[in-house]
T-cell receptor, first 117, second 112 residues
Framework: GAVVSQHPSRVICKSGTSVKIECRSLDFQATTMFWYRQFPKQSLMLMAT?????????EQGVEKDKFLINHASLTLSTLTVTSAHPEDSSFYICSARKSGVGPQPQHFGDGTRLSIL | GEDVEQSLFLSVREGDSSVINCTYTDSSSTYLYWYKQEPGAGLQLLTYIFSNMDMKQDQRLTVLLNKKDKHLSLRIADTQTGDSAIYFCAESGGGRDDKIIFGKGTRLHILP
């Protein structure tokens, strides 16, 4: 299998708090991980591509200073929402792509529901 | 730019077959995917198909690809209440660093 664990599953915190979300590939190595944001009843919006050992690539309109991404190992990427505000409340989902030759499917975590009061 | 379109809702009676359709625009797509999302959960990869394949079957799931028309379908045989979810069609490839382009999702509702 290809299991991706995302933690925490739910966060409720006050405005101004920084929140860190972890994404781990449990049984495979992932050179590349992806961070998505999903609004209610909407599709997934890619925020950034996280590459192990290098800087993340952010999509247009996503603030890199707001959403800090670190991919320090082949099995772990973290997304930190800095100084979160109510408009940052959303469902954040990560995915991981197996290292290997040629395109590989992405495997998703269970998501983190972030609520900023 | 690249786009993936799918209908937003589908209602099917329990025990019948469900067919979810999807169209895409990028003729250089390499992989086409179907993901399932249950309420409050992440996405589960159901199946995927290479662009050089016409059909793939896996237990109750059958994927058909018409590359000429850029049309992808997912058929779920003997639909059960546990199949109630949102199904996302997606595609990748074409030199886009394997970024996946998702459709808006089809909400499958099972009628008793």
């Amino acid at each position: 299998g290809a299991v991706v664990s995302q933690h925490p599953s739910r966060v409720i915190c006050k405005s101004g708090t920084s929140v860190k979300i972890e994404c781990r590939s449990l049984d495979f190595q992932a050179t590349t991980m992806f961070w998505y944001r999903q609004f209610p009843k909407q599709s997934l919006m890619l925020m950034a591509t996280s590459n192990e050992g290098s800087k993340a690539t952010y999509e247009q309109g996503v603030e890199k200073d707001k959403f800090l991404i670190n991919h320090a190992s082949l099995t772990l990427s973290t997304l930190t929402v800095t100084s979160a505000h109510p408009e940052d409340s959303s469902f954040y989902i990560c995915s991981a792509r197996k290292s290997g030759v040629g395109p590989q499917p992405q495997h998703f975590g269970d998501g983190t529901r972030l609520s900023i009061l | 730019g690249e786009d993936v379109e799918q209908s937003l809702f589908l209602s099917v009676r329990e025990g019948d077959s469900s067919v979810i359709n999807c169209t895409y625009t990028d003729s250089s797509s390499t992989y086409l995917y179907w993901y399932k999302q249950e309420p409050g959960a992440g996405l589960q990869l159901l199946t995927y198909i290479f662009s050089n394949m016409d059909m793939k079957q896996d237990q109750r799931l059958t994927v058909l690809l018409n590359k000429k028309d850029k049309h992808l379908s997912l058929r779920i045989a003997d639909t059960q209440t546990g199949d109630s979810a949102i199904y996302f069609c997606a595609e990748s490839g074409g030199g886009r660093d394997d970024k996946i382009i998702f459709g808006k999702g089809t909400r499958l509702h099972i009628l008793p």
